[in-house]
């Protein structure tokens, strides 16, 4: 398994804290059959920066300790990119990451709204040869309300990532039903762990991927997984699986809930 989201390198961000933090996780992805991890440490988001050169470096180091600890699993770069003014200029600067060197790049969106020129962005990233991967959309409080914007941004050229701990209840019932309503109305493309720490927020990919299969069949499965290969390998994403016509009137049902609370 290949997770493209997650926050493994030491001392960076609000994640591993030390080497001894990272060992454990990458044994943890190990077990659970991950192969390949996309570091993707904050960036821009107002407390923290990690630039290009930095997150190339810290890369370079964790692998050869990894190797030498007999650890298999590989580490890739990438950056959790904020939305921010300067993040087109930043890209000039060569200070921005795409995923794994991919032409991917993961973008956050604050957790409250979409910013105004989302999808201007989006269009942007494009011309520029770029395709944005919004992280965890389940968790942003405007997509939560009001669903069909995230398939807005997807119209535009975006695609979405949901978190495993949002479709497995480790952000409270609403963040869970919205994962997973997004998830059958076609409106995500790939899952990741976002993981942090073993203990706090460890990866559950494979029990991710195993509610998925009991709840939308493998054949969804497959294709979630294809497009985490198909971004580590700079390929096109894969045709979805048939959405259900009931996944939709889920979708349109769950967003007159929210909008009335």
Do not use: C
Request: charged letters at 20%; proline letters at 3%; glycine letters at 6%.
């Amino acid at each position: 398994m290949i997770d493209i989201h997650t926050h493994i390198l030491p001392g960076l961000d609000d994640g591993a804290a030390s080497w001894n933090d990272t060992l454990d996780m990458a044994r943890a992805a190990a077990s659970e059959g991950i192969t390949t991890i996309i570091a993707t440490p904050h960036h821009a988001n107002g407390t923290y920066t990690n630039t290009a050169q930095d997150v190339a470096e810290h890369t370079q180091t964790i692998n050869e300790r990894l190797i030498a600890a007999g650890v298999p699993v590989t580490v890739r770069t990438g950056q959790e990119i904020r939305v921010h003014d300067d993040l087109l200029d930043a890209w000039y600067r060569n200070e921005l990451l795409s995923l794994a060197g991919s032409s991917y790049v993961l973008i956050e969106m604050p957790s409250s709204r979409i910013p105004k020129a989302m999808i201007e962005l989006i269009h942007e990233l494009n011309i520029l040869g770029l395709k944005a991967v919004i992280a965890h959309p389940e968790r942003n409080a405007e997509i939560v309300q009001h669903p069909e914007r995230l398939a807005e941004l997807i119209e535009a050229g975006a695609f979405a990532q949901v978190t495993t701990h949002s479709l497995l209840g480790g952000f409270g019932k609403r963040i869970e039903q919205s994962a997973w309503s997004l998830l059958k109305a076609g409106h995500i493309h790939i899952v990741s762990s976002d993981a942090h720490h073993i203990v706090r927020r460890g990866f559950r990919l494979r029990e991710a991927y195993d509610a998925i299969e009991r709840r939308m069949g493998e054949q969804w499965v497959n294709y979630l997984q294809l497009n985490a290969k198909s971004i580590v390998e700079d390929q096109a994403l894969h045709t979805q699986p048939a959405v259900s016509t009931s996944s939709k009137g889920v979708l349109r049902r769950l967003a007159s809930y929210f909008y009335k609370k």
